[in-house]
């Protein structure tokens, strides 16, 4: 069974930081690109960031270049976002997700964590 379990949100003060995990089990880690997501209220669901593991390439939304790092630990099957200089507009459910490539609608979806950045 395919499970992807993310961790680390909460409450944090705008300046402040957090990190995600994405901890992934029941697919062949390495094969797979891991993004991403979030959804305000109200708003549509965005595409955060992508990691590919087959070349290590990544990338970023406009909105969140130079403020947060995708990372990979292979050896934990886990995903991490680390999301500094937090603004009350990245307020959202963060949600990881899996495919072949990222740019792919993901097949696989976490269930979500809620991060909340306080003015």
């Known amino acids: 069974e395919v499970q992807l379990v993310e961790s680390g949100g909460g409450l944090v003060q705008a300046g402040g930081a957090l990190r995600l995990s994405c901890a992934a089990s029941g697919f062949t880690f390495d094969d797979y690109a891991i993004g991403w997501f979030r959804q305000a209220p109200g708003k549509e669901r965005e595409g955060v960031s992508c990691i590919s593991k087959s070349d290590g390439s990544t990338n970023y939304a406009d909105s969140v270049k130079g403020r947060f790092t995708i990372s990979s630990d292979n050896a934990k099957n886990t995903v991490y976002l680390q999301m500094n200089s937090l603004k009350p507009e990245d307020t959202a459910v963060y949600y990881c997700?899996?495919?072949?490539?990222?740019?792919?609608?993901?097949?696989?979806w976490g269930q979500g964590t809620q991060v909340t950045v306080s003015s």
């Open positions: 997700a899996a495919d072949l490539l990222c740019g792919n609608m993901p097949y696989y």
